[in-house]
């Protein structure tokens, strides 16, 4: 089993930048790729990026390419999120996950999830 933390959220205004991070604990951290998903009321949650166990690939829903990148450290158990140039639309709450699996923009496909954390972009 995996425990992942979410820390980093917070309010910031359009054009801002905040740095998510994913502490994981737990079974291996390197044996699993990991992914941030988005989710806000009333809508289904929405795949973000994931990267791959090594980190030798990235993957990004094209809504936030070229202002979000996900990186990961082995060392420290940790997977991070950089967003910048932030939009209100990106306002949710951020999950982290981890998959042993390979379809990494379906959220049914990873086993263990963060608690979220709030990220609030004002207009």
């Known amino acids: 089993q995996v425990q992942l933390v979410e820390s980093g959220g917070g309010l910031v205004q359009a054009g801002g930048s905040l740095r998510l991070s994913c502490g994981a604990s737990?079974?291996?951290?390197?044996?699993?790729?990991m992914g941030w998903f988005r989710q806000v009321p009333g809508k289904d949650r929405e795949f973000v990026t994931a990267?791959?166990?090594?980190?030798?690939?990235?993957y990004y829903a094209s809504s936030v390419k070229g202002r979000f990148t996900i990186s990961r450290d082995n060392a420290k158990n940790t997977v991070y999120l950089q967003m910048n140039s932030l939009k209100p639309e990106d306002t949710a709450v951020y999950y982290c996950?981890?998959?042993?699996?390979?379809?990494?923009?379906?959220?049914?496909?990873?086993?263990?999830w963060g608690q979220g954390t709030q990220v609030t972009v004002s207009s």
């Open positions: 990267i791959t166990w090594n980190g030798s690939r990235t």
């Open positions: 996950a981890a998959t042993q699996r390979s379809w990494y923009h379906r959220d049914s496909e990873y086993d263990y």
């Open positions: 737990g079974r291996t951290f390197s044996s699993y790729a």
